[in-house]
């Protein structure tokens, strides 16, 4: 085992937040943060939970849970996408909205950190019902949300229909037109061209920035993608342009191994036939989900669930790289492992921060009232991920630390000027 500078990093977190408390902890300590300053990100802001009556198809009331938490508004409003699932709890909002706040540190972008999300199956509910719900969730946190205070973005189960949606319910409660209380909406409803692939694309940045690093060549590296939807697809399509092969991907459905690799393309045009899923696609060997996670490539890329990498199967990867498009799909124990066998880590809140980076531009956008071709967009996000990259990098040389600890000292740097700058009670 490494040198442990934290004794809660030892214990199996059941709570993912205090996974994440485990990481800040680490970095405070090794950057040297003040008590006070870690004591305001310990505790988010504000945490609301709402019940939401909605009437389903079948002329019976049910009544859903909602959530919405303010980590931090530091750094300016909270921003930070909502997520539709079965396992939404407040635990786990909360989680995410510090990574929010650190994420958007690391992106350097003008926002504090937000999640919000409703425990219910998006798959099991009709289009109807979803729009019913979301615009009841609306309502209820319209006091919540605004342009300037608290910005949403889609996140796992939601996408730009949602975010329509969602508009036109705060719209209406406000009566006036406010595109940037949301952003990842359809272009054409102020959304912003580029977005859809922004945190693809922000995950291929990151892999060939750290294969830069590494002295490596993309067109030399194979590479297995967990996760087929938003943020997997795009990022399994554009690293595959940039020249690595693609030997694994997979969703909730089926996973595929192909050792000549996986034509991206076909799988593409697979899923817009299929519902969206992988099963029933011919272009590699089935294989288990976990084995995508330690099958023999050079790149490793989580883009689904939160703790896939446990310990266990930290001990079987094989990659020397892991880029995280997914938010916390590395536990705190499997750090450990993964940093004594030497692999580096593209951590999450640096990783899939070119969603929320193109979320800002989107925000910019609609304040302007002036849209961006997609190049301009992309050009800029690539220069913002790019830096990002650097600085994270260097501060994980500069504190002898893993890339992780490296991206939760940037972001700390960051918010703890605001907290000093702006003073206290
Ligand atoms: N849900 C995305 C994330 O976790 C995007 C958030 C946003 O654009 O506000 O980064």
Same mark, same amino acid.
């Given at each position: 085992m490494t040198t442990k500078t934290n004794t809660a990093t030892a214990e199996q977190h059941e709570s993912m937040f205090d996974a994440v408390l485990a990481r800040l902890d680490v970095a405070a300590k090794i950057y040297g943060l003040s008590d006070d300053v870690a004591n305001i990100l310990r505790n988010p802001q504000k945490q609301v939970k709402v019940s939401i009556p909605v009437m389903m198809d079948n002329g019976k009331l049910e009544v859903f849970e909602g959530f919405r938490t303010i980590h931090s508004t530091i750094l300016g409003p909270s921003k930070g996408g909502i997520r539709y699932a079965m396992d939404v709890n407040d635990d786990e909002v909360k989680a995410l909205s510090a990574w929010m706040s650190f994420k958007c540190a690391v992106a350097n972008l003008p926002y504090g950190g937000g999640k919000g999300g409703i425990k219910c199956d998006p798959r099991k509910m009709s289009v109807g019902e979803l729009e019913r719900l979301t615009k009841a969730y609306t309502t209820a946190m319209a006091d919540v949300?605004?342009? +300037?205070k608290d910005i949403p973005a889609p996140d796992m189960g939601t996408s730009g229909r949602e975010m329509a949606w969602l508009v036109d319910a705060y719209n209406k409660v406000h009566r006036g037109n406010f595109p940037g209380v949301t952003t990842g909406k359809p272009v054409g409803l102020g959304g912003s061209l580029g977005r859809d692939a922004a945190t693809g694309r922000g995950v291929m940045v990151s892999t060939l920035a750290a294969l830069k690093k590494m002295n490596l060549e993309a067109k030399n590296v194979t590479a297995a993608v967990q996760g087929f939807g938003n943020v997997g697809s795009h990022t399994a399509r554009l690293l595959n342009e940039q020249g690595i092969k693609i030997c694994a991907i997979g969703d909730h459905t089926a996973t595929f191994w192909n050792e000549k690799g996986i034509d991206i393309k076909a799988a593409l045009e697979f899923v817009k036939t299929s519902g969206? #899923?992988?099963?029933?696609? +011919?272009g590699g060997v089935e294989i288990k989900s976990n084995e995508l996670l330690t099958s023999k490539v050079d790149v490793l890329v989580p /883009? /689904?669930?939160?703790? #896939?990498? +446990?310990e266990e199967v930290a001990h079987g990867i094989q990659a020397k790289l892991i880029v995280e498009g997914a938010n916390g799909p590395t536990t705190a124990e499997a750090d450990h492992i993964l940093q004594e066998k030497g692999i580096i880590v593209v951590p999450d809140i640096l990783a899939n921060g070119g969603g929320v980076t193109v979320s800002y531009f989107e925000w910019v956008q609609n304040n302007y009232g002036y849209y961006w071709s997609e190049e301009e967009v992309n050009t800029k996000h690539d220069a913002s991920m790019e830096s990002a990259f650097e600085h994270v990098w260097n501060n994980g040389q500069k504190y002898k630390t893993t890339m992780r600890i490296g991206a939760y000292i940037t972001a700390l740097q960051k918010i703890e000027l605001g907290i000093k700058a702006k003073g206290n009670y």
């Open positions: 949300f605004g342009p +300037t969206g #899923v992988l099963k029933g696609f +011919t /883009a /689904a669930l939160q703790n #896939v990498i +446990t």
